[in-house]
């Protein structure tokens, strides 16, 4: 097992020298190397905010996150998705091409965001992959809808949750062991854009992020969203596979002291992530000439809700402009912000960003409510800005 800081010092030799150190089996970093790696096995790498200025997320781009070790094949051939549970009607196996071709394909752009993105920043400090800000893409994903497949098969009275099965390997070594297995309420499983997905961005879903086959329920955490799909279990009851229960991905139902211990009864399962933006030009640190004023651009989104409305301060938030936001593609996707904060005098400032979604409710200014697991931290994002 690689230690975060053993981890630490190999990264400052550079991604490069990670695959080349003994030891440590082939990353798949190369095809990322702008990516800040936060650990190797499992491999979790994060995206700095300015490489997520695109509209939509390319792989080389795209943060990754496994709980375990990746499939030993993603060989699309031969790859099918069983649907069964105590819930499921008529159990049976789709082949790839099934999926292809008995249903209508779909593309959405969804936005996947991991529950603990902007754990560092919670005090005191909580476990886990310590990710700033760079645990969210919005990418194009294409397949079939989720409600389709579930018609087809049919679902007793009382379906209450659809979860899933992914290939990865339990870090353990242990065969019998999965990974992790979460998945979604029938209700969220029912949205149109809940897809069960074979293409991101028109390719073939990437290895990394799941492919050949992949479940993606934008808004919410990414978690809920399984990678390298082979299984869907219609359930009678709320999910109970690894990782649904104790303090993962789940939060104090009520809110508890920072630091507080919380036993597993009081928490509650994260459904929609809660509204954030992420600025995404100019990148952090950039030094702005004061005769001209400083176009400002990113992302916003709002778990389940639409973004409203969009605001930007160049004075710690004492002050606040209006900034220009685009309407989202389609449901579940983020939203482009942009606007131009101007300068009067030389120095050191920082823009931040906030953004208010169609409930009236907009991002904290400071880190909301501590949690043991440091989830749904957000607060609002912040860039320096040398004005010379
Ligand atoms: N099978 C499987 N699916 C998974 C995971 C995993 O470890 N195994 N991680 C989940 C989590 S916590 C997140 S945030 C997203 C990350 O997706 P990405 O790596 O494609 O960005 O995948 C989810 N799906
Ligand atoms: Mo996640």
Known sequence: MVTRRSFAALAALGAGSVLAAPGLPPSPLPTKPLLRALSVLPLNAETPAHLLDEPFTSAPHMFVRNNGLLPTSTDPSGWGLNIDGEACLRPRRFSLAELRTQFEAHTYALTIECGGNGRAEFHPPVPGNQ????????????????????????????????????????????????????????????????LVAWAMNDAPIPPLHGGPLRLVAGGWPGSVSGKWLHRLAIRDRVHDGPKMGGHSYRVPCEPVQ???????????????????????????????????????????????????????????????????LDEPVNRLAWQRFHGEVRFTRPGYYEVWARAEDDHGVAQPMLVPGWNPKGYLNNACHRIAVQVV
Request: aromatic share 6%; hydrophobic share 45%; net charge positive.
């Open 131 to 194: 990710w700033t800000t760079g645990a969210v893409s919005c990418a194009r994903w294409t397949g079939v809808r989720l409600g389709d497949l579930l018609n087809a098969v049919g679902m007793t009275s009382d379906a209450v949750y659809v979860a899933y099965y992914g290939r990865d390997r339990h870090l353990s070594g242990d065969p019998a062991k999965v990974v992790i297995s979460r998945g979604v309420p029938v209700a969220k499983a029912e949205q149109p854009e809940t």
């Open 258 to 324: 920072p630091g507080a211990e919380v036993p597993a009864e009081e928490m509650c399962i994260i459904e929609a992530m809660p509204v954030k933006s992420l600025i995404t030009h100019p990148a952090s640190g950039v030094r702005h000439r004061l005769a001209g004023p400083l176009a400002v651009r990113g992302h916003a989104w709002a778990g389940e809700r639409a973004v409203a409305r969009m605001f930007l301060s160049a004075d710690y938030g004492q002050t606040w402009q209006r900034a220009a």
